[in-house]
T-cell receptor, first 114, second 112 residues
């Protein structure tokens, strides 16, 4: 079974600074997808960024980028120029190519301080 | 606008009551899911559907049931609510694995 581990229950960062959220996963599969989701307080969970395991290049979406280390089974999220609106729970998730079941980590609560 | 809707957002009910949590999506997605989320915990899959008349139980043992009579509608029912059912319930849908899931805003259920 696949497991996803987020070792940082809570983090904080000053506005405009950079923060990195950690995620590791365990799988014997070679082909899969990885995702980071953002869940603001009392609001809808939204997709931040995705990575396909067969792609070596790290995904980037504006201020959000990942550091994907396939051999180490690590998938960290870097948020640059943090904004107050980035305050949220962040969930790392794993999904196999041929399976529709998405596995989530326990989440990291990020607070951006003014 | 294409989206996924959950109602109600908040619900407080007494033990033993029957309740149905509604989930509807306007994107035409075949795959739909129900997750249970407790504070500070990961999401646990309780039910999923790959299309009309297709429903399966997820990893987390649940006393709830689901139905999928129409593509856009995936309601979850608790026949007899208990305090242990107090949690947030998230509905999601997907088109393909590449795009991940689209989530609803969730229903926060409290059973007293």
């Amino acid at each position: 079974a696949q497991t996803v581990t987020q070792s940082q229950p809570e983090m904080s960062v000053q506005e405009a600074e950079t923060v990195t959220l950690s995620c590791t996963y365990d799988t014997s599969e070679n082909n899969y997808y990885l995702f980071w989701y953002k869940q603001p307080p009392s609001r809808q969970m939204i997709l931040v960024i995705r990575q396909e395991a067969y792609k070596q290049q790290n995904a980037t979406e504006n201020r959000f980028s990942v550091n994907f280390q396939k051999a180490a089974k690590s998938f960290s999220l870097k948020i640059s120029d943090s904004q107050l609106g980035d305050t949220a729970m962040y969930f790392c998730a794993f999904m196999r190519y041929n399976n529709n079941d998405m596995r989530f980590g326990a989440g990291t609560r990020l607070t951006v301080k003014p | 606008e294409a989206d996924i809707y959950q109602t109600p957002r908040y619900l407080v009910i007494g033990t033993g009551k029957k309740i149905t949590l509604e989930c509807s999506q306007t994107m035409g997605h075949d795959k739909m899911y129900w997750y249970q989320q407790d504070p500070g915990m990961e999401l646990h899959l309780i039910h999923y559907s790959y299309g009309v008349n297709s429903t399966e139980k997820g990893d987390l043992s649940s006393e709830s049931t689901v139905s999928r009579i129409r593509t856009e509608h995936f309601p979850l029912t608790l026949e007899s609510a208990r305090p242990s059912h107090t949690s947030q319930y998230l509905c999601a849908s997907s088109e393909t694995n590449y795009y991940g899931y689209t989530f609803g805003s969730g229903t926060r259920l409290t059973v007293v």
